[in-house]
């Protein structure tokens, strides 16, 4: 990293003037310009994004502790303030405003990287009380009401791989600056009733509104050769590549057009269910229901392992007489591909994957509730090979994915309201990319 002749702190506003958004009935886009500044780099990696939430009534009127008192409605512990937030544009202000990155999904990839945290991280310090975590979903409702018509204030660093991965300073005048675009979500993607049976649920009397909306920052000032040394920006970027599975045994093909393959991380969402409804939680990470097995290959042959990942016991093969708080399925093979995707080491220093967190999101599978959003499961093919930051080349393979699991059957012990559905397959590929100022060409 250059070295810095001194540093500025900096604080940038919408550039729409704009200082209140809502997602229904007003400005959803926020949007904030970065100007380049003579002899200095900007370090993305000190970015902040700030603003107070508050949860508005369809009269304009916040809703208060009482009224949370008697609601039950709650959004993804886990992800907290981020939940806010369906989508990420950064561009060059320079000639032809190039779209350096588009983090779509934003919401979900960001749950998903959070598997490498514990629960007791999410109660405690930035997680907790500036990114409006909690352990469970009646503690992030606390979050949601205000005091005096005032929301929360919260802080978080946006998870794009320009932003947080990027280890490298940024040549703001070759970029001739940076505007980041942000998107809200929906409200019926960001909230969600914890009880669809209770009275009192989400309906469209609720409306999210950000106030005193920042992007705090850093510029590093540094000598002249070292700002014409820096001619580009490498990153890890995200595409993600959806299929559905629709039956118990299927095969899933993708050929992700990247130059530099890191990993794919597969998570499963029900198709019914988890798409605009304020009955589920949108951002849920469970595991694919009742999987059994599964196995990957590249371009036909078996790889990287040339073995099926047999899940023991799988959902489908615990005796009918489980209590549904001990429903757990899964070992410690298929455990080891997802996490070592997700931090690159096992046994982790801490996981939200766990038995735990399994059991309770299959609990509230079986009673149709939102009581807990901490599991985090999928299905990962990491191809570093166990050497954590290398990438291979992988132009245009064929990646097949079979997974075998309780889609659309009659295994009874297997929540009924999920088994009868198709489930949706977001295959997240993560990849190296390379920003050019010259040109302003992002190639990947």
């Known amino acids: 990293m250059a070295q810095s002749l001194y540093k500025k702190y900096f604080e940038v506003v919408p550039v729409n003037n704009i200082t209140t958004f809502q997602v229904n009935g007003g400005t959803n886009q926020i949007s904030m310009l970065i100007p380049p500044v003579n002899g200095a780099t900007l370090s993305t990696t000190d970015m902040v994004f700030s603003g107070t939430l508050t949860i508005k009534k369809a009269d304009g009127t916040s809703y208060t502790t009482a009224d949370f008192g008697t609601t039950d409605i709650s959004f993804d512990s886990v992800n907290g303030a981020h939940n806010l937030i369906s989508r990420v544009d950064i561009l060059s202000q320079g000639s032809g405003n190039a779209l350096v990155e588009q983090r779509r999904q934003y919401s979900l990839i960001n749950k998903y990287r959070r598997g490498t945290l514990s629960k007791n991280d999410l109660a405690a310090g930035k997680y907790n009380v500036q990114q409006l975590c909690s352990t469970n979903s009646n503690g992030a409702r606390n979050w949601l009401s205000s005091n005096n018509d005032v929301g929360h204030d919260f802080a978080i660093q946006l998870n794009t791989g320009f932003l947080m991965d990027n280890v490298q300073q940024v040549n703001l005048g070759a970029a001739n600056g940076l505007l980041v675009k942000i998107y809200l979500n929906e409200v019926s993607n960001a909230l969600f009733s914890i009880d669809p049976a209770a009275a009192n649920k989400l309906t469209s009397d609720f409306n999210i509104e950000l106030t005193n909306v920042k992007l705090f920052g850093r510029y590093n000032f540094v000598t002249q050769p070292v700002l014409s040394a820096l001619t580009g920006v490498q990153f890890r970027k995200i595409n993600d590549l959806i299929s559905v599975v629709q039956s118990a045994n299927d095969t899933i093909a993708n050929t992700p057009m990247v130059n530099s393959l890191h990993k794919i991380v597969h998570i499963y969402q029900p198709n019914d269910t988890t798409a605009n409804n304020v009955d589920q939680n949108n951002t849920q990470c469970n595991q694919l229901v009742g999987l059994k097995k599964y196995s990957v290959s590249n371009n036909g042959s078996r790889h990287p392992y040339n073995y099926d990942i047999d899940i023991t016991p799988s959902l489908s093969e615990l005796p009918t007489t489980a209590g549904k708080q001990g429903r757990v399925s899964g070992n410690a093979e298929q455990m080891y591909f997802f996490i070592s995707a997700l931090n690159s080491q096992y046994p982790p220093v801490h996981s939200l994957v766990n038995a ?89």
């Open 356 to 444: 735990e967190n399994q059991a309770k999101a299959f609990e509230d599978a079986t009673d149709n509730k939102n009581n807990s959003t901490l599991n985090v499961n999928g299905i990962a093919v990491d191809y570093s090979y166990g050497f954590r930051g290398f990438s291979v080349p992988m132009v245009n393979n064929l990646l097949q994915i079979n997974p075998e699991s309780s889609v659309l059957t009659n295994d009874g012990i297997v929540p009924t309201s999920v088994r009868n559905q198709t489930q949706t397959q977001n295959g997240f590929i993560e990849y190296d990319a390379s920003l050019t100022y010259q040109g302003m060409m992002v190639s990947q």
